[in-house]
């Protein structure tokens, strides 16, 4: 191992510094370490660690933290600069005031002649330093070359670590064209990131088609000005867009053998319903997944009449078992916003340009409030609506295209892991969507607290990976496996984020960064705030009236 002793960095820069320069220009004109090894991805460099003092008082925030995890530093090749990332620290037992560090190397840029900073920087590494080459810290003036944007549509989000000023920006059709993930524990600030991000698109396009799943009603706060709000009081979701598998899902409660006769049951009698409409007539050949109006009263009909058919040898019980499902649905209040008789009518065209915000008359976004769907069927309708996204864009390949964005919050409810899976149309469609949505102009958003929970699948089809602080050791783990090698240094602190912090990587940054988010407006936040016990069990008054409030509303299921 070199011998740290025998570099004297304060020498080696002095011929870079003015007699008259200034302690800043000093600082990010010295070494501050020398270059051990070089491999493909990284490299070892020895830091010194009396340079890595006198950086630290240093009034340039990103040459103060020059040489320490997660910091930046850049090496000479030639007439060009390397920028590379800080790994991990660790002391040098052969040297009293050496460092040894690895580092990930992140891209290059050119060194302007005058100033000595980085400019014209790309990702990627054409040209290597040799062993001996000579470590220098970043300066901030560097990072805003390095983070500004290379003039394509990008939105801002938040201040790079450590500067107070380099405005943090994600490209719009790198980071939507190829699905991203926004990750962290509860209580991370993560739907307010959300929103934020949402927000920043919707302002940088109006005329968008973002549909966003939201299972537990935070988001309709954030968006009630820029956005349609849809929960069960308004979403009026036709039972029959349905296909054949989310029937089965919806009607059918037994398995084994006997879900196989229940199946091909209903099969016959939803084909015979659908075949009953005029539409049908018209259209010639129909299955039984073709989204085609019927009434749930011919369904079961037609039920009653096959039962009838049946000889006394032949059991009647799976009929039964369809037609009792299928009477407790019409006649349960709760599902009155799918299962209702006032939605027989052909309502296919104004329920997706609704949804899908087409046209959106300045509100891009819609929000599908699934908190008051019943348990039983929400993954069910969070299924139709997703593969309505995706029929939409197969079917409407000849048509100029319409980008579509899917958002969906606690993902890993709906795109679980294999020991979690229960083969669900959701888990399938949502799957499908990440492997091959891009094709079709169709984007996906995974927000989750658990990824380790999530499909792996999924998560390594999204592009660019947003994460903030996870406690977890196996979401931590799942996390770094899933994100690129140069991102190692920056994965290491992701159990320190502070709140409303994040790491980004992938497509939608030129580098991996460390961001604070910004401040969002009081009325642009989700209502997710955790309620404040010493606060609220301060005063009391109104209690009995409150109970007898919610009572009703429980009663009424509404």
Known sequence: MTDMGSHDFAAAGKAAASDDADQAIDNARLPVGVVLEISGAGSQIALDLQRLNECMDDDDRSVALAGQVGSQIKIRVGNAWLLANVRDQRKDRRNESGIIAHIDFLGEGSEEVLTGRIHGFKRGVTRYPVPGAMVYPATTRDLEQIYASDGRANITIGTVFPTKGIRAGLYIDALLGKHFALLGSTG?????????????????????HIVMIDPHGEYSAAFRQTGQILDVSNLQMPYWLMNFEEHCEVLLTSDGNERQVDMDILAKCLLHARGKNRLAETMGKITVDSPIPYLLSDLSTKL??????????????????????LDEIKNDPRYQFMFSGMLVGDTMGNFISKVFRMPGNGKPISIIDVSGVPSDITSTVVAVLSRLVFDFAIWGREEATR?????????????????????????KILSRIAKEGRKYGIS??????????????????CGTIISMRLNNDRDQAFVKAAMPEGARGFLDSIPALRNRECII?????????????????????????????????????????????????WRSQG
């Open 188 to 208: 991370t600030g993560k739907s307010t990131s959300a929103a934020l991000i949402l927000h920043r698109i919707c302002e940088a396009a109006p005329e968008g």
């Open 304 to 325: 009653q009449d096959e039962m009838g058919k049946l000889d006394k040898a032949t059991s009647s019980a799976p009929y039964m078992r369809i037609k009792g499902k």
């Open 403 to 427: 980008p579509i964005l899917l958002v969906c919050e606690e993902a890993h409810r709906y795109v679980p892991n294999e020991k979690n899976s229960d083969g669900s149309s959701v888990a």
């Open 444 to 461: 996906l958003g995974l927000i989750t607290q658990r990824p380790s929970d999530l499909a792996e699948g999924v998560l390594s089809q």
């Open 505 to 553: 990587c992938g497509e939608g940054v030129a580098i991996p960064i460390r961001v604070n988010f910004d401040t969002l407006e009081e009325h642009k936040r989700p209502a997710s705030e955790d309620p404040s016990f010493s606060a609220l069990w301060q005063s009391g008054g109104g209690e009995e009236e409150l109970v007898e409030r919610v009572v009703l509303r």
